[in-house]
Nanobody, 126 residues
Framework: QVHLVEFGGGLVQPGGSLRLSCAAP????????IGWFRQAPGKEREGVSC????????SYADSVKGRFTISRDSAKNTVYLQLNSLKPEDTAVYYC???????????????????WGQGTQVTVSS
């Protein structure tokens, strides 16, 4: 089983930025597509962004496109989600997840992801 750990959540003012990290000690994340999902209290979990294990293709939810950027640093075995221009409605627990790898491309269907981290809290408030 791939054990994922998210880092980088915190409290930020509207319009601010955060960078979330996804790591998996003992596993090579290059072999997997990585998806970022989020869940706010009382709401269903939704897909945010993903990056494939093959050509690095990416996908974004309409609600975050142009504000969030996903990237992969193979040397550090880490996947990042850069959150810019944050809004209060971005407040949620953010999770990273993997498919069973390798992947040709990625999408944001939750059922395709099998290993999940415990999440990191992002709070956007003044």
């Amino acid at each position: 089983q791939v054990h994922l750990v998210e880092f980088g959540g915190g409290l930020v003012q509207p319009g601010g930025s955060l960078r979330l990290s996804c790591a998996a000690p003992g596993f090579t994340l290059d072999y997997y597509a990585i998806g970022w999902f989020r869940q706010a209290p009382g709401k269903e979990r939704e897909g945010v962004s993903c990056i494939s294990s093959s050509d690095g293709s990416t996908s974004y939810a309409d609600s975050v496109k142009g504000r969030f950027t996903i990237s992969r640093d193979s040397a550090k075995n880490t996947v990042y989600l850069q959150l810019n221009s944050l809004k209060p409605e971005d407040t949620a627990v953010y999770y990273c997840a993997t498919d069973e790898g390798p992947s040709t491309w990625c999408d944001l269907y939750e059922y395709e992801y099998v290993y999940w981290g415990q999440g990191t809290q992002v709070t956007v408030s003044s």
